[in-house]
């Protein structure tokens, strides 16, 4: 296993470099003026381009990106082209935002989607009928639609909760509980749809084999043949796709974070991403990567545990 | 009975988690009678006055105080400068410093800071460098008394001085670039770099011994936002104090309910900015009676109740209602004609139209409003056609490259009228084309060498002449909304959208 991580991570620690150099030429393909956009359209060429000049855009490409890489080895992510702030500041204030709501919507998508999976799974009948048609429902339902509406209801009318802003949770637990809790639940609602569906299948799949209808006709409990056998089977598609959810998280986490005016990663990239501010979207890029890799390892590693088969495959 | 417990143990739970959550809702943003937090969408390029912007100026002026203070109805009131005056070239200012003023770390307020913070911003290559470019050199005369010499006399010279030129920093903070996010003036408040998120959030606490009239609020913060939608909540729910909002859709949720305070405020102006009036990109704009057939053929009052819900006032020009310049009968001086606007272009020697290309920014040009001006041009036979354009690319396209006629833009009306002179009509970003004619000159030439207030006449002499030539297509002043959540009180700010942060007072 220790080889298998090690192995994983050195492969990612390339797709690291590789992805960097990538991101950086495609920023860096002419037509985006830097200084022109940093100085607004009043400034005179002759600024804008001195402007340019002092931000080193007037030099190779190649040569600019070994700059960033060299600084990048070393810890500086640069500064912000159009807000000055520091790239590695920025990110470690927005970076506990996003991943607040990361981890909250796949935990609260786990727990309701293998609850729901399973009890459809084993009960069948009009129970799997209603966990279906949730299912449905919660895949037809427009994200942002939803993210509207709890704003509206939970925020705005009733004030349950704060409609806008993150409390940290090191400055408030409860306050950090009010501010992610209805952008968790949006976020929820779709990857509770997909996960409960996959893990449905599964259940009903791996019921049907002939080793649960041996243990079954052993007389074991049913909740022990459920959890103890069924369940480490049937986890497997789960997790593989919460997993990639949970990836794919950070582009349903663009729209409620500027629904909720949260300050994190996802609103950030589109905010200067359009601004073509190269050091910024370069650390986003970053974190981004680093977080794929390692959370495909988490799920790689999860399921082998789960299931020694796929640790030998 | 069991099953009742159950239910009602659950109640109960929710019941406790919903009231732990709502005591702790807002926590990140309650506010009380001593702290003002505003909501906008203008962000900073950094705290260094020689990078301020005039749609910026909350963020410094909480901070950094201006050599002369623009009061809410666009007069000047002495801050750091008790009083100016100008020699009759009107190429020496002389400012008279106040002498009580030091910088936190001991410096003092005098000319040399003066002299030190605007040849800085004149050099420094910000966004708003140009408004100095007419500035020479500052002689220190003494501790108290600056004299600008200017290579030409600048009308608006005390105007910028109230505007981010006039920001005043602390000379011994100019080496390296600590000033970006690290600000050091004389200002109000103190940045709480503690819990300032640059990017996102902002948070000033109140200086101590600071030698002006203090503002009302020991803290002000300012939330960036990059959506109305998140601002209208944060108002609707007291999160956020006070906004501005210019989407109309968010203004009707704002005035629909009852709790926000609103006011509105007729300022920015959209529309057309011809910059090809020689002809060189398309030679049909050469000729005047094409560009007053296109200020005929576009239906002003139908866009302004369309695209905007009627919020705002159809314009025929670019001076503000503030400026001596504006006159009321300009607003109206060309009617939605296409009979007329036919003729015009059959006079000129187009009978048949011709083809106009101009670059769309969807930020500024929405579907319908393309639509609308499609329509309405290939009425008299106009054919024009967008150039989609990605906001990164687009000012490349537009300013460096120089590859289209013109485009649509929302401008300000500042209150001053050599401002909007400056920038719209005299050879530069906005003409660079270097259109002019003997009018304009002799206009302006007289307008930039008559004292202050002396000048009305040609200044009202020479907006005609630019409606008259169909320099622009305005189509309308766009009204924008001043909400609150009730706890605040703000007063516009006359000729600019944002509200200086002196504006701002607990509601009565």
């Known amino acids: ?313 | 009975m069991q099953t009742k417990t159950r239910i009602n143990t659950g109640v109960a739970a929710a019941g406790a988690l919903a009231l732990m959550l709502t005591g702790c809702a807002g926590s990140s943003a309650d506010t009380d009678s001593s702290s003002l937090t505003i909501g906008t969408m203008t962000v900073p390029q950094s705290l260094d006055p020689a990078e301020a912007m005039g749609s910026a100026m909350p963020y410094f002026q909480a901070v950094y105080d201006t050599l002369v203070k623009r009061e809410p109805d666009g007069g000047y009131a002495p801050m750091l400068a008790t009083g100016w005056t100008y020699d009759e070239s009107l190429t020496e200012l002389t400012l008279t410093l106040r002498e009580d003023v030091t910088f936190d770390d001991g410096t003092p307020f005098d000319a040399e800071a003066v002299k030190a913070n605007l040849e800085r911003f004149r050099d420094g290559g910000g966004g708003q460098a140009q408004t100095m470019a007419l500035l020479e050199e500052v002689e220190v005369v003494d501790a108290t008394t600056a004299v600008l010499h200017l290579e030409q006399p600048n009308p608006a010279m005390v105007f910028y001085l109230s505007d981010a030129a006039g920001l005043m920093a602390n000379p011994a903070a100019f080496d390296g670039d600590s000033l970006t996010t690290d600000p050091d003036g004389t200002g109000p408040y103190e940045l709480d770099s503690g819990r300032t998120a640059v990017g996102t959030t902002w948070v000033y606490t109140r200086a101590d011994g600071y030698w002006g009239e203090e503002l009302p609020y020991d803290e002000v913060a300012i939330n960036l936002f990059d959506n109305e939608n998140a601002i209208v909540n944060g108002v609707r729910t007291g999160q956020i104090n006070a906004a501005l909002l210019q989407d109309v859709d968010q203004q009707a949720v704002a005035e629909s309910d009852p709790e926000v305070q609103t006011q509105p405020q007729a300022i920015d102006y959209q529309g057309i900015i011809l910059f090809d009036r020689d002809g060189h990109i398309t030679p049909e704009l050469a000729e005047p009676g094409v560009r007053q057939a296109i200020n005929h053929a576009v239906d002003r009052e139908t866009m302004l109740e369309q695209l905007r819900n009627g919020q705002g006032e159809t314009t025929n020009q670019i001076f503000g209602p503030q400026t001596d310049a504006y006159d009321p009968e300009l607003d109206s001086y060309y009617d939605h004609d296409p009979e007329r606007a036919r003729e015009l272009l059959a006079d000129a020697g187009y009978p048949d139209g011709f083809a106009l290309t101009l670059p769309r920014m969807s930020e500024i040009v929405s579907d319908p409003l393309a639509t609308s001006l499609q329509s309405d041009l290939a009425d008299v036979g106009i054919d024009l056609t967008w150039d989609n354009l990605d906001s990164g690319s687009a000012l490349n396209s537009i300013f460096t490259e120089q590859a289209y006629p013109g485009m649509v833009m929302n401008n300000a009306q500042p209150a001053e009228d050599w401002v909007t002179t400056v920038e719209l009509v005299l050879p530069g970003t906005f003409n660079f084309f270097g259109t002019t004619d003997e009018t304009v000159q002799e206009l302006t030439r007289a307008i930039q060498t008559s004292p202050e207030g002396e000048a009305a006449d040609q200044a009202r002499e020479l907006n005609r002449h630019l409606v008259e030539q169909g320099w622009f297509v305005p189509f309308y002043r766009m009204t924008f909304l001043h909400v609150s959540d009730g706890t605040v009180d703000v007063e516009p700010q006359s000729g600019m959208a944002v509200p200086a942060l002196y504006n701002y007072a607990p509601a009565e």
């Open chain 1, 1 to 313: 296993m220790l080889s298998f991580i090690l192995r994983r991570l050195g492969s990612g620690l390339l797709l690291l470099v590789v992805i960097s150099a990538l991101a950086y030429l495609l920023l860096s393909l002419p037509g985006t003026d830097v200084g022109r956009h940093v100085l607004g359209p009043a400034a005179p060429q002759q600024a804008v381009d001195a402007h340019n000049a002092e931000l080193g855009l007037d030099r190779p490409v190649a040569v600019r990106y070994l700059d960033w890489l060299t600084s990048a080895l070393q810890g500086d992510l640069g500064r912000s082209w159009f807000t000055s702030e520091d790239v590695s500041r920025a990110l470690a204030n927005r970076l506990p935002v996003t991943v607040s709501l990361m981890v909250g919507v796949t935990l609260v998508t786990a727990v309701v989607s293998f609850v729901l999976g399973v009890w459809a799974g084993v009960r069948r009948g009009a129970v799997d009928r209603v966990v279906q048609t949730v299912g449905v429902l919660g895949y037809a339902l427009p994200g942002f639609l939803v993210t509207l509406v709890l704003v509206l209801v939970f925020a705005v009318r009733l004030g349950w909760f704060p409609a806008i802003g993150y409390t940290p949770l090191s400055q408030s637990p409860g306050g950090w509980l009010a501010t992610v809790t209805l952008p968790v639940l949006s976020l929820s609602v779709a990857g509770i749809a997909g996960v409960s569906q996959q893990v449905r299948s599964s259940v009903i799949e791996v019921m049907g084999r002939d080793y649960v209808r041996t243990l079954r006709s052993r007389g074991l409990p049913a909740s022990r043949v459920v959890f103890r056998h069924v369940l480490r089977s049937a986890a497997t598609p789960g997790l593989t796709v919460l997993g990639m959810q949970f990836v794919g998280l950070l582009g349903g986490a663009v729209i409620v974070e500027q629904i909720f005016g949260l300050p994190g990663i996802g609103a950030m990239t589109v905010q200067y991403t359009t601004r073509g501010d190269i050091p910024v979207i370069m650390g986003v890029v970053m974190v981004t990567v680093v977080g794929v890799i390692l959370t495909n390892l988490l799920v790689d590693v999860l399921v082998g545990w789960l299931n020694p088969k796929a640790r030998v495959s």
